[in-house]
């Protein structure tokens, strides 16, 4: 076997390896590629900017850039169901990033926990806790500039439920 033909196999396993949590750089490369491309295509992220700046191992950053038609009514901090939003997508992607091409999920829990006014751009890091076999488990963390410091503005976790195989 040629390097070319090494290198196409190697991508080929991604599932397999994906799913056990372990794959090579180019294994990864390849993943989160794919969901780079699916996020730039997807229509609300392009509605509000949304910019998935990496996906994988488990981990996913989403940035979300503030915008005046953001903020809620009573004030000029982002609204919160934005910040929702980005901890649930940044969440998938996690957890997408260490699941088999063969895998989907849907979000059955959620919570976001707020924990002061965000006022500028938003960054979310998400992290996988657990990607068993029918149950995904992640946690979040939102940062801002806030008074000229990039501050945690809200944390979050979600449950997804699994499917994968037939049952994807």
Known sequence: MDDAEASEREVTETPAAAAA???????????????????ESHGLFG???????????GRAVLTLPFEEEFTNLANVSMHGGLTATLVDTASGFALRSVLGADAT????????????????DLRVEAEVVRAGTTMGVTEARVTSEHEGEEKVVATGGTSYRLFRGENA
């Open 21 to 39: 949590g372990d794959h090579s750089e180019a294994v990864a490369d390849t993943i989160e590629r794919e969901l780079r491309e699916e996020a």
């Open 47 to 57: 509605l509000l900017g949304v910019e998935l700046v990496s996906a994988r191992d």
């Open 105 to 120: 999920l849907t979000t059955t829990d959620m919570n976001v926990r707020y924990l002061r006014p965000a006022t500028n």
